[in-house]
T-cell receptor, first 117, second 109 residues
Framework: DTGVSQDPRHKITKRGQNVTFRCDPI?????LYWYRQTLGQGPEFLTY????????KSRLLSDRFSAERPKGSFSTLEIQRTEQGDSAMYLC???????????????FGSGTQLSVL | GQNIDQPTEMTATEGAIVQINCTYQ??????LFWYQQHAGEAPTFLSY??LDGLEEKGRFSSFLSRSKGYSYLLLKELQMKDSASYLC??????????WGAGTKLIIKP
């Protein structure tokens, strides 16, 4: 399978625990995005990487959230001291950007559904 | 602020045609995307418009009017599998994607 893969598909945790999600993008893609989505809403931008560099992080994002892409390939998203409000689908997307990126097209993974009890 | 508006929910009949509208107010414009998302699954790319006019791709077409800040997605010969949410997203002047909340389309036999 050459699509974007995310692991795990589902995660149930207790409030206060730390969780980590993994995303493997399409191999030749240089950009990787993390989004959060709740029921009936569009994806909410969290952060993105160009190769291994984290270029932007949402100003609304708590400092409990951190993401890495150490070798410019897979990425991890960690949430520390989880809260019930963190319950959501966490989506990863990747893209290949050339030039000014005007026609950049995102390919999404199936997401990790997080439930914080 | 930046805003994308879409109807929350629409209902249509199998075999019919449906038009899903999207209006936007963003800081700049660098293209508009439509994605399809089935419940519990990832969004999948449907169409991209950057110039005014109609882009046709099989049963799906997408229209853009930049002067009106308006787009629509037209689905023809509806099938039950078209039941899904349809997300409109606009790339702004900073090349960031601004997403609408999506339109849930219900297809009835």
């Amino acid at each position: 399978d050459t699509g974007v893969s995310q692991d795990p598909r589902h995660k149930i945790t207790k409030r206060g625990q730390n969780v980590t999600f993994r995303c493997d993008p399409i191999s030749e893609h240089n950009r990787l995005y993390w989004y959060r989505q709740t029921l009936g809403q569009g994806p909410e931008f969290l952060t993105y990487f160009q190769n291994e560099a984290q270029l932007e992080k949402s100003r609304l994002l708590s400092d409990r959230f951190s993401a890495e892409r150490p070798k410019g390939s897979f990425s991890t998203l960690e949430i520390q001291r989880t809260e019930q409000g963190d319950s959501a689908m966490y989506l990863c997307a990747s893209s290949l950007v050339t030039g000014d990126g005007r026609n950049e097209k995102l390919f999404f993974g199936s997401g990790t559904q997080l439930s914080v009890l | 602020g930046q805003n994308i508006d879409q109807p929350t929910e629409m209902t249509a009949t199998e075999g019919a045609i449906v038009q899903i509208n999207c209006t936007y107010q963003t800081s700049g414009f660098n293209g508009l995307f439509w994605y399809q998302q089935h419940a519990g699954e990832a969004p999948t790319f449907l169409s991209y418009n950057v110039l005014d006019g109609l882009e046709e791709k099989g049963r799906f077409s997408s229209f853009l009017s930049r002067s009106k800040g308006y787009s629509y997605l037209l689905l023809k010969e509806l099938q039950m599998k078209d039941s899904a949410s349809y997300l409109c997203a606009v790339r702004d002047s900073n090349y960031q994607l601004i997403w609408g909340a999506g339109t849930k389309l219900i297809i009835k036999p």
